[in-house]
């Protein structure tokens, strides 16, 4: 049944979706308040409030043998490649009710970082609550020809959760390293997740029927359908099936969309323009995933589980368009802010302030720290590079500090590193040469972890949020004083980076 469900052929997305809508009318329909008779409101008397009594003591003692532990579940959500502007409630020119109505409901930052401006290390960092550095995690993965994956000795949210009794699940693009001929990588079980259905890189040939996703250790062969559909198709069989009596869950969902190469269902991609546009069949994944996402919230509505659902929604760095980086400098690949800068929310009805939006710097590096302070758990023993966001969730801002400015590093990236502290960046250029090779060679690691910096740039991104206007040489005091702190970071960092040149 459950592989039935992976080979859909063509109308099925189009009957799930009657479904969802069906599911929606049908909850809708079950929330009316019952009418009020006459009869209802006659005085009990004395036997009926006895047997009444005892009913009540009997089905109140059934419902606490049967209520669940109380454990929110946890959905992480990411995209892959997302701008900054690209999705409705950040003003970008998608249609996204999903994620609009979501970010309604809970707090939209309109300062939110990705962990890095590309792939495998920003997902460390999220994964982790740690710089990718220090994770084993430098660029973007590439398996045949490099070692580099995150490494075991890391704790996972997934792994923290677990821990506390939770079902896990990873469904998605997971680009941390899976094993090849060459190279014996650890796979999503080894990082905590109970299941996982994922892909190495991106999906291939594109969204439209992939053919390299893996379930579990096997190859799932080719898969009919859109990525985002498919992806979700597995999140809900797997919330279908058993996971043990009440066991909260902790579900992973990282869609591949918009990340190249690209495809989306022709009359998504009409609402945006012809079908060969570029930009049109770009909005058009977009837009897929919001449907895809809104299926996902329809069945956590029928398990009932909306209300004790922490939901987190991100992207894992900035657009490779210029049009879709709201204005700011630079793209994906870069540590400019059109790089790092992404959508981000956090939504848990009843816990986190509704309809809030938060100007304060945070990103997906407190993730791991902030679930944890959430949930009341123990963070991991290790350094962590990320805050706890959990009072300004609550909106309790004037009890938070963050405790360490957010850093960047990526090789190839010009600048090699920034730094935001409050209202300022500042940005550096590496004082050594790499190979004009664009993929990342870990013969380079040695020369990472012991180079510096020269032609550092400060911007107030408050007043100048495209970094226009560098303010350097105008606050030497300030700048000083940033370098400091941007240098003592990096040697924390670089102290603890992992060589992979040394195996």
Same mark, same amino acid.
């Given at each position: 049944m459950r592989d039935q469900r992976q080979n859909r052929k063509g109308g099925l997305w189009q009957k799930h979706q009657q479904e969802a809508t069906i599911a929606v009318h049908a909850t809708h329909s079950t929330l009316s308040e019952p009418q009020m008779t006459d009869s209802s409101l006659r005085p009990l008397d004395g036997f009926q409030i006895t047997l009444l009594t005892v009913l009540a003591? *009997?089905?109140? !003692? *059934?419902?606490?043998a049967e209520r669940p532990s109380g454990k929110p579940n946890v959905l992480l959500l990411l995209s892959d490649d997302l701008g900054y502007q690209d999705i409705g409630c950040y003003g970008g020119p998608?249609?996204?009710?999903? #994620?609009? &109505? #979501?970010? @309604? %409901?809970?707090? &939209?930052? @309109?300062? *939110?970082?990705?962990?890095?401006?590309v792939c495998s290390p920003s997902r460390a960092t999220l994964l982790t609550g740690r710089h990718h550095i220090r994770t084993g995690v430098y660029s973007w993965i590439h398996d045949p020809s490099q070692k580099s994956h995150l490494l075991r000795r890391e704790v996972t949210l997934a792994e923290v959760l677990k821990d506390a009794g939770y079902a896990t699940a990873h469904v998605g693009k997971w680009h941390l390293g899976l094993p090849t001929q060459q190279h014996s990588k650890p796979t999503p079980d080894q990082h905590g997740f109970d299941h996982w259905f994922a892909t190495w890189n991106n999906a291939e040939p594109s969204h439209k029927n992939p053919n390299n996703f893996i379930r579990n250790g096997e190859p799932a062969g080719k898969t009919d359908g859109y990525s985002c559909q498919i992806v979700v198709d597995e999140a809900i069989a797997w919330l279908d099936n058993p996971r043990g009596t009440h066991q909260p869950f902790f579900l992973n969902v990282w869609f591949h969309e918009p990340h190249a190469p690209i495809a989306a269902p022709k009359s998504i991609v009409n609402e945006y323009g012809p079908t060969t546009n570029q930009a049109a069949i770009y909005s058009g994944t977009v837009d897929n995933t919001d449907k895809a996402i809104q299926r996902l919230l329809v069945k956590l509505q029928q398990l009932d589980v909306t209300d004790n659902t922490l939901i987190i929604y991100a @992207?894992? +760095?900035g657009s490779y368009r210029d049009d879709r980086t709201g204005g700011l400098r630079g793209r994906k690949g870069m540590n400019w802010e059109g790089g790092i800068r992404v959508p981000g929310m956090f939504v848990w009805p009843g816990v986190i302030k509704q309809a809030t939006v938060s100007a304060t710097p945070a990103g997906l590096v407190d993730v791991l720290p902030t679930v944890c302070g959430l949930l009341g758990l123990k963070k991991p023993d290790r350094y962590l590079d990320g805050?706890? #966001?959990t009072p300004l969730l609550k909106g309790q801002? +004037?009890?938070w500090q963050r405790k360490q400015p957010l850093f960047w590093h990526l090789q190839k990236s010009r600048p090699i590193v920034a730094m935001r502290d409050g209202d300022y960046s500042l940005v550096a250029e590496p004082d050594y040469e790499l190979s004009k090779n664009n993929? *990342?060679? !870990?013969a380079w690691i040695p020369k990472i972890r012991s180079g510096g910096y020269r032609n550092? $740039?400060?911007? +107030? #991104?408050t007043k100048d949020p495209q970094q226009m206007n560098d303010l350097a040489a105008k606050n030497p005091e300030l700048l000083e004083k940033l370098k400091s702190k941007l240098l003592?970071? +990096? %040697?924390?960092?670089? $102290? !603890?980076?992992?060589?992979?040149t040394a195996q």
């Open positions: 003591c *009997f089905f109140s !003692e *059934f419902a606490f998608v249609k996204t009710p999903t #994620l609009d &109505r #979501l970010a @309604s %409901q809970g707090m &939209r930052f @309109s300062q *939110f970082y990705s962990g890095c401006a @992207s894992d +760095n805050t706890d #966001l801002s +004037n009890a993929m *990342f060679q !870990e550092f $740039q400060l911007f +107030n #991104l003592g970071i +990096n %040697q924390s960092i670089m $102290q !603890e980076a992992h060589d992979w």
